[in-house]
């Protein structure tokens, strides 16, 4: 079945670092890929997001770039703030029983200090 | 726009009781579903529904219940409450353009249960 695998955390980096966060995926047929971000005592929102090879998805300073040939879809951001402090979700949406649905990986918590 | 509201926002029963969980959305969308998130397990799908009246399983559905009377409601229920239900379950919906254009899902804030 699809399944999706993250980087563990917790990562934990200075403020102004640079950030990668590792996904690869399995799926059949064509997926959509996803980078969902939960802050603390939050529900998830969507940071960014891709729909075929060689899309770029992009959001307040990250980005993640659609590997098919890699299967993967790393999260990146050249500068953290303390305010990225989160837990970060990669997600897939493929299709099941005719009908879209999102898998999840595990989730890879950033800490960023001042 | 509320978005996606998650009535209780906090709950803790004793094992066998039973409750319902309530999902409210506002922004017309055909999807909802139900997570729930586990440490070190990510977010597994319970339940979903492609529309008012229509249901489905998802990877974790075995001790749960849902209904979907209405579009903008997606209830969950749990019959006989036990331990390893203790969780944070969160609900979300999404507006299908098109197979290709895989939707994007909009999270409410999550009810987090305790089971005794």
């Known amino acids: 079945g699809d399944s999706v695998t993250q980087m563990e955390g917790p990562v934990t980096l200075s403020e102004e670092a640079f950030l990668t966060i590792n996904c690869t995926y399995t799926?059949?047929?064509?997926?959509?890929l996803f980078w969902y971000v939960q802050y603390p005592g939050e529900g998830l929102q969507l940071l960014l997001k891709?729909?075929?090879?060689?899309d770029k998805g992009s959001n307040k300073g990250f980005e993640a770039t659609y590997r098919k040939e890699t299967t993967s879809f790393h999260l990146e951001k050249g500068s953290v703030q303390v305010s990225d402090s989160a837990v970060y979700f990669c997600?897939?949406?493929?299709?099941?029983?005719?009908?879209?649905?999102?898998?999840f990986g595990k989730g890879t918590m950033l800490l960023v200090s001042p | 726009n509320a978005g996606v509201t998650q009535t209780p926002k906090f709950r803790v029963l004793k094992t066998g009781q039973s409750m319902t969980l309530l999902c409210a959305q506002d922004?017309?969308?055909?999807?909802m579903y139900w997570y729930r998130q586990d440490p070190g397990m990510g977010l597994r799908l319970i339940h979903y529904?492609?529309?008012?009246?229509?249901?489905a399983k998802g990877e974790v559905p075995d001790g749960y219940n849902v209904s979907r009377l209405k579009k903008q409601n997606f209830l969950l229920g749990l019959e006989s409450a036990a331990p390893s239900q203790t969780s944070v379950y969160f609900c979300?919906?999404?507006?299908?353009?098109?197979?290709?254009?895989?939707?994007?899902?909009?999270f409410g804030p999550g009810t987090r249960l305790l089971v005794l």
């Open positions: 979300a919906s999404s507006y299908v353009q098109g197979w290709l254009d895989q939707e994007t899902q909009y």
């Open positions: 799926a059949t047929g064509y997926p959509s």
């Open positions: 891709a729909t075929k090879a060689d």
């Open positions: 997600a897939l949406s493929a299709l099941n029983s005719g009908y879209s649905t999102l898998t």
């Open positions: 922004m017309n969308h055909e999807y």
């Open positions: 529904s492609v529309g008012e009246g229509t249901t």
